[in-house]
Each structure stands twice: as structure tokens, then as C-alpha cells.
């Protein structure tokens, strides 16, 4: 299967009505429609993060992408900026970088999220699991956006994306207890920041992907398997089942979130804001 733009059409023109007799056209070139913008994709070397960064540069805009070890491949049109941004420090060096070399920012990709707390439920889990958790998944976001909005809203334009999960409304215990209260906390955050900063031009998304086919995901059945001792397969089938199973049958690709990251930072979602996307083949059971 093939995604991205060659299934697209280079151009397409939109009409809109002004007024009862004339009409003003929009030309969107896929090829191009991010030519010109600076975008930032938090953890932008691995999984979905990747998948991201390249189809923003496959549409034309400068990409720059953070994480704390360098990619495995490199790319030389992705500026690499090394960084904990689970800290406070590692936040403000990509703030300042970003701002200091390219001047400004228009697309903020947080995608960057992680879990790693013990499986064991509640009980399993002391203040720092639950902080470290948080700042990754809720205080890093938070953190960037407050850096980059002030320029934004000073051009009055700009758009950011949280990857949440459907573990915001959609909760597994066992080992991601801390992971998914951040995500609820995210998708919540995203929606009143919405609020606030949209009638200012910025718009405010929130993407929340259900299991996805990434090295991370598999080290996670992994860790299932060990803890559980199983096998993967079984680890594998017992996520399923806690899900309710996936309608579609699998998981998602890293390439299939970023096509739909790709249209909504894009000027054809021109007119979305303050909602959330759910990308899951179905797994959430309920409206
Ligand atoms: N995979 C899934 O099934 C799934 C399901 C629902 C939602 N999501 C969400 O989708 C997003 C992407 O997930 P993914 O599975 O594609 O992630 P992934 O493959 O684990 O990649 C995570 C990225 O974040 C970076 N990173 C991790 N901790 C960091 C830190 N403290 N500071 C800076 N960078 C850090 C990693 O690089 P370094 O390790 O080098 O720092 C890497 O680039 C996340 O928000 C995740 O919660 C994923």
C-alpha cells in the first residue's frame, strides 16, 4: 500500500462565494503547501514522530526535529536538535534554538510521548513514575507552547498539534496508569488552550492514535511478555483484548498518522480547530 502524496492530485482549486456575484479562488499545490513554513516535530527520530517530520518536508517546509539521541538515519534536511524536554532546561534550549536561527515558528508538532512505568497497577507506581510521566507527556507541550506562542500570536498565525492517545478516554492500568491520566490531561489542556488562543489565529488540534506499529510499541509487548511470562504473541493478544479488539484488524503505520498530521497542519484544514481526531481503526467502542 501507498500513502502520501503521489495518491494525490498536485492541485486543486477551491471556490469560495465573497458575495452574491463574485467569487475568490484558492489554489492548494500538495507539493508545495508548506513551502515557507518552519515546523517542529518533538521526538521526530523514531516511530510516528518520523513518519511526521518527513511528510512536513515532503510538503515543502523546514523541518526540525528534537529527541535525546541523534537519528539512526540520518537525513540531512532534518535540523536535529538534541534534548531532554522532559525537562524545564531541555524545553528552553529548543525554544531558544529554534527562535534564535529561524527567527519564528509555524507548525508544532508535539508528538513526542512516553511511558515507562511498571506494570502492577496502582501500587506499583511511586511520585517519581507518575513525574517523570507527566513531564513528558503533559509539561513538555505545555512548556513548548508557551514558548512559541507569543510569535505566534504576534503574526497571528500558527498551528499546534498534541498527539495525545486513545488511552485519554480509553484507559489500560496495568503498566500505563500514569501514561494515560497525561493523556487525558493533554487532550483537555488542548482543548481550552483552543479556546484561548484560536480567536488570536492559531489553531489548536488534538490527534489521538490507537495502537501503533512502532519500535516503541514492541518493546512494550515485550516488556508485557517478560512481565507476564508469555510469549509476544500472547502479550500481543492480551493488549487486543484489553482494547476490545481493533475493527480494522491492525495496528495503525507511523505512515498513516503522519498523512493525517500532514492535512491538518496544512492550509486545507484551514478551518479546524479546538477538536480532537481520533485515528484508531475503530478501537474506540463508543461516540
Ligand atoms: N505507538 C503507539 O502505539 C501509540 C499509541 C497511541 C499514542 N501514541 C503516541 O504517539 C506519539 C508517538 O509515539 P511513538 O510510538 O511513535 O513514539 P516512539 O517510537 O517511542 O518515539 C518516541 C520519540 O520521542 C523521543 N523521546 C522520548 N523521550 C524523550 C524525552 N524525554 N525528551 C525528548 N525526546 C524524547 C524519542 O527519542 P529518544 O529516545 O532518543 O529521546 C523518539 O524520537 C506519542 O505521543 C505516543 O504517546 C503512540
Same mark, same amino acid.
Given at each position: 500500500?501507498?500513502?502520501?502524496?503521489?495518491?494525490?492530485?498536485?492541485?486543486?482549486?477551491?471556490?469560495?462565494?465573497?458575495?452574491?456575484?463574485?467569487?475568490?479562488?484558492?489554489?492548494?499545490?500538495?507539493?508545495?503547501?508548506?513551502? @515557507?513554513?518552519?515546523?517542529?516535530?518533538? +521526538? &521526530?527520530?523514531?516511530?510516528?514522530?518520523?513518519?511526521?517530520? #518527513?511528510?512536513? $518536508? !515532503? *510538503?515543502?517546509?523546514?523541518?526540525?526535529?528534537?529527541?535525546?539521541?541523534?537519528?539512526?538515519?540520518?537525513?540531512?534536511?532534518?535540523?536535529?536538535?538534541?534534548?531532554?524536554?522532559?525537562?524545564?532546561?531541555?524545553?528552553?534550549?529548543?525554544?531558544?534554538?529554534?527562535?534564535?536561527?529561524?527567527?519564528?515558528?509555524?507548525?508544532?508538532?508535539?508528538?513526542? @510521548?512516553?511511558?515507562?512505568?511498571?506494570? +502492577? &497497577?496502582?501500587?506499583?507506581?511511586?511520585?517519581?513514575?507518575? #513525574?517523570?510521566? $507527566? !513531564? *513528558?507527556?503533559?509539561?513538555?507541550?505545555?512548556?513548548?507552547?508557551?514558548?512559541?506562542?507569543?510569535?505566534?500570536?504576534?503574526?497571528?498565525?500558527?498551528?499546534?498539534?498534541?498527539?495525545?492517545?486513545?488511552?485519554?478516554?480509553?484507559?489500560?492500568?496495568?503498566?500505563?496508569?500514569?501514561?494515560?491520566?497525561?493523556?487525558?490531561?493533554?487532550?483537555?489542556?488542548?482543548?481550552?488552550?483552543?479556546?484561548?488562543?484560536?480567536?488570536?489565529?492559531?489553531?489548536?488540534?488534538?490527534?489521538?492514535?490507537?495502537?501503533?506499529?512502532?519500535?516503541?510499541?514492541?518493546?512494550?509487548?515485550?516488556?508485557?511478555?517478560?512481565?507476564?511470562?508469555?510469549?509476544?504473541?500472547?502479550?500481543?493478544?492480551?493488549?487486543?483484548?484489553?482494547?476490545?479488539?481493533?475493527?480494522?484488524?491492525?495496528?495503525?503505520?507511523?505512515?498513516?498518522?503522519?498523512?493525517?498530521?500532514?492535512?491538518?497542519?496544512?492550509?486545507?484544514?484551514?478551518?479546524?480547530?479546538?477538536?480532537?481526531?481520533?485515528?484508531?481503526?475503530?478501537?474506540?467502542?463508543?461516540?
Amino acid at each position: 500500500m501507498q500513502f502520501g502524496f503521489p495518491l494525490l492530485p498536485e492541485r486543486v482549486i477551491l471556490r469560495k462565494f465573497v458575495s452574491k456575484n463574485s467569487t475568490m479562488e484558492y489554489q492548494f499545490n500538495y507539493n508545495n503547501e508548506l513551502q @515557507g513554513k518552519i515546523a517542529l516535530v518533538t +521526538g &521526530g527520530t523514531k516511530g510516528a514522530g518520523k513518519a511526521i517530520a #518527513e511528510r512536513l $518536508l !515532503q *510538503a515543502g517546509a523546514t523541518v526540525i526535529i528534537t529527541a535525546r539521541n541523534a537519528p539512526e538515519e540520518e537525513n540531512s534536511n532534518l535540523h536535529f536538535i538534541p534534548s531532554d524536554l522532559s525537562k524545564a532546561e531541555g524545553t528552553q534550549k529548543v525554544i531558544s534554538e529554534v527562535l534564535s536561527t529561524y527567527g519564528r515558528l509555524d507548525i508544532l508538532v508535539n508528538n513526542l @510521548g512516553s511511558s515507562s512505568t511498571p506494570a +502492577g &497497577g496502582f501500587a506499583a507506581l511511586n511520585d517519581e513514575d507518575w #513525574e517523570s510521566t $507527566l !513531564q *513528558a507527556n503533559l509539561l513538555a507541550p505545555v512548556r513548548l507552547d508557551r514558548g512559541f506562542l507569543p510569535q505566534m500570536i504576534e503574526r497571528k498565525s500558527g498551528v499546534i498539534i498534541h498527539i495525545a492517545s486513545i488511552q485519554g478516554k480509553l484507559p489500560l492500568y496495568d503498566s500505563t496508569l500514569p501514561y494515560a491520566a497525561s493523556k487525558a490531561g493533554l487532550r483537555n489542556y488542548s482543548k481550552s488552550l483552543s479556546n484561548e488562543v484560536t480567536p488570536k489565529g492559531i489553531r489548536v488540534l488534538t490527534v489521538s492514535p490507537g495502537w501503533i506499529n512502532t519500535t516503541a510499541s514492541e518493546a512494550w509487548l515485550g516488556e508485557i511478555a517478560r512481565n507476564a511470562n508469555s510469549t509476544v504473541e500472547e502479550a500481543q493478544q492480551s493488549v487486543m483484548d484489553a482494547l476490545g479488539g481493533i475493527p480494522f484488524g491492525r495496528p495503525a503505520e507511523p505512515k498513516e498518522v503522519a498523512e493525517f498530521v500532514g492535512f491538518l497542519v496544512s492550509p486545507r484544514a484551514g478551518y479546524l480547530t479546538g477538536t480532537e481526531f481520533i485515528i484508531d481503526g475503530g478501537t474506540v467502542p463508543t461516540i
